[in-house]
């Protein structure tokens, strides 16, 4: 098959991976914009589920991958300065730019002609292609260009992030809710390197307009957020890399494909990093896709039809749990009065998939400590 690919992230390298290991008369190219050493962000974090499904498809890459990673199983959630921890969350998390390397290594040992440095507009020059995947991120070009055939729905959440990393080693998972007279900002923060933490910073709309941040360049926003968790930080510095604040976009798409031409991982559909989901359902979509082939064949129209069968059900269902984690953040102002064994119990419930069993089952002490301070009952 010849296989046309715009986007050298997860996606893109991850299905072209699978389709050229397993028949290496595959004719795949991948265009990335962005030139090799380029990466956005820091760390990213991975449940164990999420990395389960890698290590099954692909043992030798799952074995590649987790040589950079850190491994824990436990996180806390820092509400009114106490701690609170919750057993059993075990996150595997590297260096995106780790994780990226090992994908394009993988790719260019089988030869996967990787094209680095060149932004891609439309799919003419693919014309000779079978199949065209765009795999080209959350602000796909492809998509925006053709999307009367795609037809998308992109709902900016209202929150601000900002993605900064520290020097500080957070371990372990940490969220961190500190409120003054601005509002309330949140930290997402995880070690994910000998070196380096993720240090997400999120807040809402009106603290982040009472604090100024709308009016702030990117130093004096870094400044204001170091600031506000200087005692978290211990004395580290926030680092910047293009740490601009932005909202995320949860992008939904009527149809997943057009003629030849299919949507791959944040262009098809974006988890919340709130759920470190992205990754996990962007290397989801790329093994379904190829599954579907590995049924279909060279059959275009069937295998692009097979891999919405398969794919819409798991990729809706962990999209809607991410809504709903987003919209927990978004509205955590109103539940800052709890106590914080009420408060880290809320938040695993968040999602609506975790019900008190899964609690009392996955993190006993917790589950005992919030039925003591609630002889009333429990929510079911
Ligand atoms: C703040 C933040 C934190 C996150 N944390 C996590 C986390 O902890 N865990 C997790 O699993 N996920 C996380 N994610 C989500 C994760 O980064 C994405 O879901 C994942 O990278 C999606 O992979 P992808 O290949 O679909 O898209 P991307 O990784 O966005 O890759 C798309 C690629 O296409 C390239 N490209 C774009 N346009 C063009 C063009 N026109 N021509 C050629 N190339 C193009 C881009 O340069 C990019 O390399 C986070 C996201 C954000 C914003």
Redo the contacts with the bound molecule.
């Keep these: 098959m010849n296989v046309g690919i ?7 390298l991850f299905f072209a991976y699978l389709m050229k290991r397993q028949d290496a008369t595959h004719r795949i190219r991948v ?4 030139p090799a050493d380029a990466t956005y ?1 820091w760390g ?3 449940t164990d589920i ?1 990395l389960a499904f890698v290590r099954d498809v692909a043992p030798e890459l799952y074995a590649a991958m987790t040589r950079h990673q850190e491994v824990h199983d436990a996180m806390r959630i820092v509400h009114r300065g106490q701690a609170v921890a919750l057993a059993n969350n075990t996150f595997h998390r590297m260096a ?1 730019i780790d994780l990226l390397r090992t994908l394009r290594q993988h790719c260019a040992d089988l030869g996967v002609a990787i094209e680095f440095g ?4 439309g799919v003419d020059e693919f014309a000779d292609c079978d199949l065209i995947v765009a ?8 998509r925006t260009r053709y999307r009367e055939h795609f037809e998308p729905t992109i709902d900016l959440r209202p929150n601000f ?1 900002a ?1 900064y990393g520290t020097t500080c080693l957070f371990e372990p998972l940490s969220l961190i809710f500190r409120e003054n007279g601005d509002g309330l900002l949140i930290a997402h923060t995880y070690r994910y390197s000998r070196t380096h933490s ?1 240090f ?1 910073v999120e807040c809402d709309p009106q603290t982040w307009r009472h604090a100024g941040l709308d009016r702030m360049a990117e130093p004096e926003s870094l400044a204001y957020c170091a600031q506000v968790f200087r005692d978290d930080l211990d004395g580290h510095p926030l680092l910047s890399n293009k740490s601009d604040w932005f909202r ?1 976009p949860i992008v939904r798409n009527r149809r997943w494909s057009w003629r030849n031409v299919v949507l ?4 098809l559909r ?2 919340h ?1 709130s759920v ?7 290397m989801q979509d790329a093994i379904a896709l190829f599954d579907a082939w590995r049924a279909c064949g060279d059959d275009v129209e069937a295998l692009l039809a097979e891999f919405e069968r398969r794919r819409r059900p798991g990729s809706d269902a962990l999209q809607a749990a991410a809504v709903k984690s987003t919209e927990w953040y978004e509205s955590v102002r109103s539940r800052m009065h709890l106590d914080p064994i009420s408060f880290a119990y809320d938040y695993l419930r968040r999602t609506g998939r975790v019900d008190h069993a899964d609690v009392r089952q996955r993190d006993p002490a917790l589950a005992a400590a919030f039925e003591a301070l609630h002889p009333e009952g429990v929510p079911p």
């Excluded at 715009?6 to 893109?12: D, F, L």
């Excluded at 265009?31 to 962005?34: M, P, T």
């Excluded at 470190?276 to 962007?282: P, Y």
């Design positions: 715009v986007g050298g992230g997860p996606a893109g265009v990335e914009r962005d962000g990213v974090v991975f999420a995106r060149r932004r891609v507009d795999a080209d991120g959350a602000a796909s070009t492809i992030l993605w993720t997400l995320y791959l991982g944040d262009a974006t988890g990093p470190g989901s992205g990754t996990r359902l962007a």
